[in-house]
């Protein structure tokens, strides 16, 4: 291979003296293969990941072809047809590989069974759930875990152009574990979130995680388990992106809570989920009918006061705090959509409410308070939205 390549390099750097000296359009050089099989790579396809159901990309990992034997993992075999050396990438993926499924084998071991896992750019996922129907098509464990990692990085895109975080600024991946059954859910919960949970639970932070159970009595339909995640996910994302502080419990919970919402009444068809007792149903608020209570009592003039709401750590918050803290974020993230990323900056950064209004929108609170309710009377409709 080395050999074909200098061959051409050679063969290169003459044609451009050639050509530099007749002044004549140079001939590109003919690249001879010596062998079609590899093309002189030296490596090809592994046949054994090739055949199997695994073709999903773009993965950093899948759990299925890391327990390839054929390749062990790094997707490729060396040619057979020639001697060609492959590069290191081959040995590179392969220790990479052998290095991820230990991590994941600790996993494994703790839950007492071999899990599927999956790995993107942004997400590390391990994933229990049987037969999910999206779309009412059935899938396996392996389908549902990369149709679950595709979300997850469709909603990373969505989520780093509102707050404009570059790459820079991401701290660790976000683990998300999704079981199938609430014994295995108490039981990772309490070890990879660091709180016990039945239902739902998170740990904030550089390196977030998300543990959910699939309830199928509380979460009927499909979607509303992709709901849920995406949901506890944008809460991650938030205390992951620029400096790995959850704005949540230093009074920045309404633009935790907030953002959290806006994705649910912005993607699916309400909000369903709310952050003091992640479990609870709505209570009194109906599904998707924040636009319209909002309006209506903006109109009554019995709405919550900005300061009021933007003092306060998500736990604390009740179901109307939070219906308006999805307001004034919802009014940020469109009326304002560039004033978003240095809002969010400055709530994790601790920076007093009031200096942030004046420096991000020219305002006072009050005047920010106003300016929200002028733009909720001319923007919100008093019907119902429509489904998504
Ligand atoms: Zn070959
Ligand atoms: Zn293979
Ligand atoms: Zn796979
Ligand atoms: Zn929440």
């Not at 319209?292 to 019995?302: A, F, I, N, Q």
């Not at 409410?353 to 929108?361: C, G, N, P």
Request: glycine share 6%; with cysteine; aromatic share 10%.
């Amino acid at each position: 291979m080395l050999s074909s390549l200098l061959f051409a390099l050679v063969s290169l750097t003459t044609s451009s003296v050639h050509g530099y000296l007749q002044g004549l359009p140079e001939e590109p050089a003919p690249v001879v293969v010596k062998c079609p099989t590899c093309t002189d790579r030296g490596y090809v396809d592994c046949r054994q990941c090739n055949a199997s159901e695994c073709s999903h990309e773009p993965v950093v990992f899948c759990s299925l072809i890391a327990a390839c034997k054929a390749c062990e993992g790094a997707g490729r075999e060396e040619c057979t047809r020639c001697d060609a050396e492959p590069d290191q990438t081959m040995t590179e993926r392969k220790l990479a590989v052998a290095k991820w499924r230990m991590q994941r084998a600790e996993v494994d071991e703790f839950m007492e069974r071999e899990l599927v896992h999956v790995e993107s750019e942004h997400f590390t996922l391990t994933y229990d759930i049987k037969g999910l129907k999206p779309a009412r098509k059935k899938m396996d464990i392996h389908g549902g875990a990369h149709l679950y990692l595709e979300r997850l990085e469709a909603f990373h895109r969505i989520f780093s152009k509102d707050l404009a975080v570059e790459k820079k600024d991401w701290f660790g991946k976000t683990q998300v574990m999704m079981w199938r059954s609430a014994g295995d859910q108490v039981r990772a919960s309490l070890k990879y979130t660091r709180q016990e949970s039945d239902t739902a639970s998170k740990l904030m932070g550089g390196a977030p995680v998300v543990s959910i159970y699939y309830d199928k009595s509380h979460l009927h339909e499909e979607f509303e388990l992709h709901q849920a995640v995406l949901h506890h996910v944008a809460h991650c994302l938030l205390s992951n992106c620029f400096d790995g502080i959850w704005p949540g419990n230093i009074r920045g919970g309404w633009i935790d809570g907030g953002l959290a919402h806006a994705y649910e009444v912005d993607l699916f068809d309400g909000v369903r989920h709310y952050c003091y007792v992640e479990s609870d149903t709505m209570g009194d608020f109906k599904f998707g009918a924040w636009e319209r209570t909002v309006l209506s009592e903006v109109k009554r003039g019995k709405e919550l006061s900005f300061l009021d709401v933007t003092s306060r750590n998500t736990a604390d918050m009740t179901p109307e705090q939070h219906m308006f803290a999805w307001s004034f974020v919802d009014y940020v993230r469109k009326a304002h959509p560039k004033q978003l990323s240095p809002l969010a900056r400055g709530i994790k950064q601790k920076q007093p409410i009031a200096a942030l209004t004046k420096e991000l929108f020219s305002m006072s609170p009050f005047e920010f308070h106003e300016a929200w309710k002028a733009w909720v009377e001319e923007t919100y409709s008093p019907r119902k939205k429509k489904k998504k």
